[in-house]
């Protein structure tokens, strides 16, 4: 039987809750230890955690015998500009703490959630590559960026096994995200069920990946899962699903809700998703450990309106 034990931060957050499950799935209900900053309803062993209080997160690792940390604890691109040492805190030093502790409790496994944050003017916007000029317009890319390179310095210093992906904006029905540049994507949903209209923050031709969240718990598991020896990076592995704009996504609703109505009034939001890419080249994802998206916008649209 497996001795795995898998500390998870920010469990209640839009990936937090479904991967609590998948992983919860795959271990054992007991084998998953969520923590947030606010009480949970979750269906397994739950502790209130503030991730920068590294005495009560040492502590948690000794009471369980955690043999793997997700640090999913963050805040995103829009909320972090409001309060930028606040977003260092929690997503870099906090993360910074994690490692450390990783090292001296002989922990197996890290992961990191990285973002298309870290990409920037600087970047190219057409198939991203892997490596490339990153000078992130953010609190939070920056955060994130400096957290992927500790990652790999930890991996190369301390041969702790850190793994990481660079999350696309996350499309799902189940927790709505807060805080986010790409929320309009999900936002557009509810809005369309709710009321047959949404005002759009973003332009209408702003181009910017995603990904559905069926493929978020894949890709992650297929990641932590996959041999060592099949990653060549603690860096975060590009990832994408499709590509969409907000005309385009509405257009695709309307399909299915064809009274459907969007405005736009773009906000301070536009000038960030400005200086991410339109579309990405995960290949090193797929070559390395077999990624595979299975949802395009129109499987993810119908997926999407069934469910709400
Ligand atoms: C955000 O918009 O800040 C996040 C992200 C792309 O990392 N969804």
């Known amino acids: 039987m497996s001795n795995t034990v898998i500390l998870i931060t920010g469990a209640g957050g839009q990936i937090g809750t479904e991967l609590v499950d998948a992983l919860r799935a795959e271990y054992g209900r007991d084998k998953v230890i969520a923590t947030d900053l606010l009480p949970l309803d979750t269906d397994g062993p739950f502790e ?96 994130k960026l400096t957290g992927e390179m500790w990652g790999e310095y930890y991996r190369k210093r301390f041969d702790l096994d850190v793994r990481s992906l660079r999350y696309p904006g996350v499309i799902s029905y189940k927790v709505l995200p807060e805080g986010g540049t790409t929320d309009f994507a999900v936002e557009i949903f509810f809005a369309a069920k709710k009321k047959g209209h949404y005002t759009s923050y973003l332009k209408q031709d702003t181009r910017l990946p995603m990904i559905y969240m069926p493929d978020v718990i894949n890709a992650t598991l297929g990641l932590m899962n996959a041999d060592r020896k099949q990653i060549s990076t603690s860096m975060g592995y590009n990832l994408t699903g499709f590509s969409l704009t907000p005309r385009e996504l509405h257009e695709e609703i309307q399909k299915h809700l064809p009274e459907m109505t969007i405005d736009y009034a773009p906000d301070a939001r536009q000038s960030i998703a400005d200086s991410w890419s339109d579309t990405i080249d995960d290949s090193l994802a797929r070559k390395d450990w077999g990624w595979q998206p299975q949802y395009n916008m129109s499987q993810m649209t119908a997926d999407m309106l069934k469910n709400l």
């Open 48 to 143: 209130q955690l503030d991730v920068t209080n590294l005495e009560r997160l040492s502590d948690l690792i000794q009471q369980y015998k955690v043999t793997q940390i997700y640090h999913l604890a963050a805040l995103l691109s829009s909320s972090g500009e409001k309060n930028i040492n606040l977003t260092w805190k929690i997503n870099f030093q906090a993360y910074h703490n994690i490692l450390a502790l990783a090292v001296s409790s002989g922990i197996d496994k890290v992961f990191f959630p990285s973002t298309i944050g870290i990409y920037g003017t600087t970047t190219p916007k057409i198939e991203t590559p892997q490596n490339a000029s990153f000078v992130p317009s953010t609190v939070y890319g920056i955060s």
